[in-house]
């Protein structure tokens, strides 16, 4: 099949464009360690190949070389047939320049380039418009005017661009091809005498910006829109959390209905509804965040948030994008590395990502809520104002924050940069505001839930088989005589020194499947049937079991620290595409949380 | 002076990028219009340091410390 290439600057509109082309049917390539994402659709009878969006040939970052590596691969083979690259008609220097390195690239491959002047409504309702047959004379190649958004002049390209891909050789002027030497030069020089003014496109984004940037109003909005996406991701995504678990929790009775009693329905019910059911239930939670995300991505907001955090968090040897995957690592760390990608600095969005699982996830909330309980009375105040059951839980929230703001310091601070693509400097290009297009938000969405499934799915599910195999064999005496049970009491020694017995042991071994299996798990231990949903009566057992006070504090600072969840650890593999690092941060985090739980247990009485 | 010194709402023209400017960076910034005769316009400066924010031709870029203050500029107007 013949293949026509998109490509394009990041917010020109070539997602939407991509979409409108190839209605409903896509496939996203993603490359491991990378942000690249090559996505491909069919068009009439072509295939369409959307490139990720780049400022520039001559890279910067690792991730932009690898795109820019693909696209030089794509240029090379036989059956590329055509090379569209969509231009911002509102921004026509900066886009030629880029245009120029595209058609330069092209030529040398005997590539036929089609220029697209995308969000060209914008140019008219501006009062412009741009002489597309003048402007194609000039630069040697086709040019239409469209909009992708509005659909003005879709159809005639839609129409146009198969007959070009057809017999692209006849839709080359070699004599008007420009050098690319001077190809600042000759965008200037065509900008000038085609482009729209500068100073009225730029006149609305400005205005808002003296808002939205401003000292005082500019951060009471950032809190108000960061709210509102924490809110989002927590009592938003709860209905539809609940709606998932109560449509497997249904799938589960039936389908076990017809297998009867006997091991095999303990194992669906348990092992495969309930294993792979918890994890699934947070696929409803990835896709509101990563729809909020996007929407703000879309609307320019990301770029000015960034702006806003990048001086702080830049003592920590992060980005000012960072602070968007750190917020959402407090729901759950997998959409939160997801979230990394925006990160344009690979360096700085290693260290983001390395520290994320250290933000106290939704996961992590019913263990805080158990032990809490334990070890606090609940109408204990601080100074007589503060619950300081409440206390305790901003507190755990804070240590861990604070634990990863030192991690990633230290990082930074002490691991040396390989090569000069691992970072960039913090050059940002504050785009304009736009109202979002639901398509390439619909897209985003889907795929995002798509790719936590098969990127966590796999380990989830030997986990889940494997813990329960552990646990129910040999079938007599419950829990604690199963194999489970005996490498609990095997490994109480490990346990002991920080003030718990084998019972804890097991739970924290359970907790690798999802950290919240810790309460279910210790409640079957305590004899407490259905301990999730009756916390303080498990509480009342474990304090009556006595539990010490440094112990108890110990285990807590465990769960804020220690890597458990295997989801998180297949994730950060993929995203991180080393192996290494995500076995080396298990360890680490392990031993850091080892020490600290020991140091509590010992020093707190 | 350099482009990090230049106060909000005040105009200057680019004199040179510095030497010392990474060569990947200093070309990303010519393609991005930072070159020699080219008019900025500063348009904020964030507190404690932050990044500025400049009008270029048809761009709003923002840019960090380290990078503001690599770039020469001719003379304020």
Known sequence: ?605 | MTLWEIPAKNSAQIDALSQALNPAVAARLSEMGFTPGQDVYCLRRSPLQGPLVVQLGDCVYSLERDVANQIHLAHAS
């Open chain 1, 1 to 605: 099949m013949k293949r026509i290439i998109l490509v394009g600057k990041p917010n020109c509109g070539k997602s939407l464009l991509f979409n409108q082309l190839t209605g409903l049917r896509q496939k996203v390539a993603n490359f491991p360690g990378v942000t690249v994402e090559l996505k491909s659709g069919q068009f009439k009878e072509f295939e369409l190949v959307d490139f990720p969006g780049t400022y520039s040939l001559h890279t910067l970052s690792k991730d932009e070389e690898i795109a820019v590596v693909k696209l030089k691969e794509a240029m090379q083979q036989e059956n590329t047939a055509v090379v569209v690259c969509v231009l911002d008609a509102t921004r026509m220097e900066r886009s030629l320049v880029f245009g120029l390195q595209v058609q330069a690239l092209a030529k040398a491959h005997d590539k036929t380039v089609v220029f697209v002047l995308n969000m060209i409504d914008e140019v008219r309702r501006y009062g412009f418009d741009i002489d597309t047959t003048q402007l194609a004379d000039e630069l040697g190649s086709p040019v239409f005017a469209l909009s992708a958004k509005t659909l003005i002049g879709l159809s005639e390209f839609q129409k146009a661009l198969p007959e070009i891909a057809r017999q692209p050789e006849q839709y080359r002027n070699e004599q008007s091809a420009i050098a690319p030497e001077n190809a600042l030069i000759v965008a200037r020089e065509l900008s000038k005498n085609h482009g729209v003014n500068a100073d009225v496109v730029l006149k609305k984004q400005n205005r808002i910006d003296s808002f939205m940037l401003n000292n005082v109003f500019g951060g009471v909005a950032f809190l108000f829109i960061m709210f509102f996406l924490f809110q989002s991701i927590f009592t938003w995504a709860t209905p539809l959390m609940d709606a998932v678990e109560f449509a497997i929790g249904e799938l589960a009775v039936w389908v076990t209905g017809f297998t009867g009693e006997g091991m095999t329905t303990d194992f669906l019910s348990d092992a495969i509804f309930g294993g792979i059911g918890s994890f699934l239930v947070f696929v409803p939670q990835i896709m509101v965040l990563t729809l909020i995300i996007g929407v703000l991505e879309d609307s320019g907001y990301l770029a000015r948030a960034a702006l806003i955090c990048h001086k702080p968090l830049s003592y920590f040897g992060l980005s000012g994008r960072s602070f968007i995957p750190y917020l959402s690592g407090h729901a759950c760390a997998i959409p939160a590395i997801m979230a990394a990608r925006t990160i344009e600095s690979p360096r700085k969005r290693l260290f983001t990502m390395m520290t994320i699982p250290l933000m106290s996830c939704s996961a992590r909330l019913p263990v805080y809520a158990l032990l809490i309980a334990v070890l606090i009375p609940a109408d204990a105040t601080l100074m007589g104002i503060f619950n300081l059951q409440g206390v305790a839980f901003f507190g755990l929230y804070l240590f861990g924050i604070v634990t990863a703001l030192l991690v990633s310091f230290f990082l930074h601070k002490f691991t040396h940069q390989h090569d000069e693509k691992s970072d960039m400097p913090f050059i940002l290009e504050l785009p304009t505001y736009r109202l979002p297009h639901w398509k390439p938000l619909m897209y985003r969405v889907v795929n995002s839930g798509l790719a936590f499934i098969k990127r966590a799915g796999p380990v989830i599910f030997w986990v889940s088989v494997v813990i329960w195999v552990l646990g129910y064999f040999p079938q007599h005496g419950g829990l604690e005589n199963s194999y489970l049970g005996k490498i609990g009491h095997f490994i109480e020694p490990i346990f002991e020194p920080l003030g718990l017995d084998w019972r804890y042991g097991v739970a924290i071994l359970m907790s690798f499947l999802a950290r919240e299996v810790f309460v279910g798990a210790l409640g079957t231990l305590f004899g407490i049937e259905g301990a999730d949903e009756n916390i303080s009566g498990l509480a009342e057992n474990i304090q009556a079991d006595g539990l010490a006070l440094g112990a108890g504090i110990g285990l807590l600072l465990f769960y804020v620290v220690a890597l458990q969840c295997v989801a998180t650890v297949a994730v950060l593999r993929a995203e991180t595409g080393k192996a290494r690092i995500a076995a080396g941060l298990v360890v680490a985090y392990g031993l850091l949380a080892y020490i600290i739980a020991l140091l509590a247990a010992n020093l707190i009485n």
